[in-house]
Every structure is written in structure tokens, then in C-alpha cells.
């Protein structure tokens, strides 16, 4: 019996409970005295694995606005890496939020490449957190869409480096405004392509594991058209065997490097497993499919002698609802 089968075993409502949550209760205590070493192999990862398949066929999933700044560094270095190859690169930050991904990801290309030209479009379909990320001012104290957390993993010298800083709140420097257009849109619409234009990078975090599996996996295949042939697309924050199945699926070719790092590299995703809906299982190079499994950067393939896509030009910031 598979980890999804014994999870669908325990899933059974009774006395107005579900058996799986009450089981998974009881376990959360005795899982977190163990050392992490421990979970991480053999039958205790297999177990994990059942636990966090009942923990995705339970939960109530909702939108989160929490994030950080630098959130994923081994994935921001590849992102520096790869736009290496780029002239002028064209990238879309999809369920942008409140902007820390945003100039977080600006930072880290333009600081190596000062002279680099960008346009980026940073898409969410919440207006409020987009005008919130469109004015790049945070405060210290927080407010209702962010707390002191958002700044938890910056150094005092790369405040510095992304913002000016006053007495109650830090605002992004204005070199790391420049070239973004705002939009509101959901990166499900099937005419995401067509109003965005391809795309050399596309960046996809740390939304689609709040959608129902079905729902990810057509929002996922969506999402690749906006890649152009050659582009790159980096989707961390969902269910791995979505996934798998869809890089599989469409031929993405798995980047391999700081793979592990980039896993790694979001130290809140890691703790939340196996117990919550979006934690992330321990990187297992074991696995017959770890390289399409743990990537969180694919390669659109572009076929041999095929010419490079024609960039569409949008209309002046549309919606894209």
C-alpha cells in the first residue's frame, strides 16, 4: 500500500472529527522529539511521507500575503547565474504580493550587472497588495499585510543596500523601481501569454501549494506557455508530485545547479514538514526522479533548429483578470 493509500485509509469522518487530523495530532508532539537526522530516512521518511498526504488531503487551503525578503538566496543566485545568458532580459514575478520577491529578485540581478536592462512585470490579483508593493514602503512596526518578519532575513548592510532608510519605515531605493509594471491578473488565465508577451524568466513561488491539486496542475501547465523556448521558469512553494508530473509531462528540462541549495534555501517551508500542507519534504537524492522532483528552476526546451519565439508586445499595462 502507497503513502497516498494509507492516507486515504485514515481519512475517515467519524464523532464529527476526521481520523486523519486526530492522528496526525497525536503524532506532531512525538515527530518533533526526534532528531531531524532521523526523519529524514528509511521508515520514519516513509511515515512522514503518509503524514504530510494526509495533511494535504485535509487541510482547509487558503492565500497567504507573509513573506521576506531574500527569502530563497540559492535560488536568487541562480536567477543571477542564468540571466548571465540574457541581454535585456523580459521576467514576470507571478502572485507577486506585496513586492519583497520583487525587488528581491531586481536586487539580486541588477547588483551584478549594474547596466542590465529589465522589464519586469510583477502580477497578483489583489489590488491592494500590488498598490502596497507598487509604493515599496515598509514599515518597521508592520501594518495588516506585513509584519517585523518581512526584514528577518536581510543584514544590516543589504537594508542599506535595498532601501532608504527613515525613522518608522524603509523605502525602496529607486534603482530598484525602475522597469516594473505592475498588473493585476491571475496566472491561471489562459490568455496570460497573450497579454504578457514570452518570457526569458518567470518566477512562480510559493502560490500554487494553496491550490487543490488539480487546480495547480492546469494553473502549472498555464503558466509554462509564458516561458519562451530557451527561457527559464523557477516554481518553488507547491506539491512536488504536481510537480514532477507536469515537468515531466511537458519536457522541462530540470536545472541542476545549486539544485540542493535552492531546495534547501527556505528554511520555514522545510519546518512545516510533514505536518503542514505546504512543507517540504527533505531533498532525497536516492530517488530514481530526483533531479525533475526536487528542481525548483526548469529550461523550456526549445526544439533543434526551431527559431526563437517572437516576443508579443502587450497593450500599455493591461489587466490580465
Not at 501594518?143 to 518608522?168: M, P, Y
Not at 505592475?182 to 490568455?191: F, K, L, S, V, Y
Amino acid at each position: 500500500m502507497d503513502r497516498s493509500a494509507i492516507a486515504h485509509a485514515l481519512d475517515i469522518n467519524g464523532l464529527g472529527k476526521s481520523l486523519g487530523r486526530v492522528f496526525s495530532g497525536l503524532n506532531e508532539p512525538l515527530w518533533g522529539a526526534i532528531p531531524p537526522w532521523m526523519t529524514r530516512r528509511g521508515p520514519l521518511r516513509t511515515y512522514g511521507s503518509c503524514l504530510h498526504a494526509i495533511a494535504r488531503m485535509r487541510s482547509d487551503r487558503r492565500f497567504y500575503f507573509g513573506t521576506f525578503f531574500f527569502r530563497n538566496r540559492p535560488q536568487l543566485e541562480l536567477a543571477r547565474r542564468l540571466s548571465g545568458e540574457l541581454p535585456d532580459p523580459k521576467i514576470t514575478i507571478l502572485a507577486c504580493s506585496i513586492g519583497a520577491e520583487v525587488y528581491s529578485i531586481l536586487w539580486a540581478l541588477r547588483s551584478g550587472r549594474p547596466g542590465l536592462k529589465i522589464a519586469a512585470n510583477a502580477v497578483d490579483i489583489s489590488e491592494e497588495a500590488l498598490e502596497f508593493g507598487r509604493g515599496g514602503i515598509y514599515p518597521l512596526a508592520g501594518s495588516h499585510l506585513t509584519d517585523q518578519k518581512i526584514f528577518a532575513r536581510l543584514t544590516n548592510l543589504e537594508k542599506h543596500g535595498l532601501f532608504d532608510v527613515e525613522a518608522n519605515r524603509l523605502n525602496v531605493k529607486a534603482w530598484l523601481k525602475e522597469g516594473i509594471t505592475w498588473r493585476i491578473g491571475d496566472a491561471a488565465n489562459p490568455r496570460l501569454v497573450e497579454l504578457l508577451g514570452p518570457q526569458d524568466l518567470v518566477f512562480a513561488n510559493n502560490f500554487l501549494c494553496h491550490m487543490q491539486a488539480e487546480d495547480a496542475e492546469r494553473c502549472l501547465r498555464n503558466i509554462v506557455k509564458l516561458v519562451r523556448p530557451g527561457g527559464y521558469l523557477f516554481v518553488s512553494g507547491i506539491d512536488l508530485d504536481v510537480r514532477t508530473k507536469v515537468a515531466r509531462d511537458l519536457g522541462l528540462e530540470p536545472v541542476i545547479d545549486l539544485m540542493e541549495e535552492a531546495h534547501n534555501g527556505d528554511p520555514s517551508l522545510l519546518k512545516d514538514w510533514p505536518f503542514r500542507y505546504w512543507g517540504l519534504e527533505p531533498f532525497d537524492p536516492r530517488r530514481q526522479d530526483w533531479k525533475t522532483r526536487y528542481s525548483s528552476a526548469f529550461r523550456r526546451h526549445r526544439p533543434a533548429g526551431a527559431r526563437m519565439a517572437e516576443t508579443i508586445s502587450p497593450a500599455t499595462d493591461p489587466p490580465i483578470a
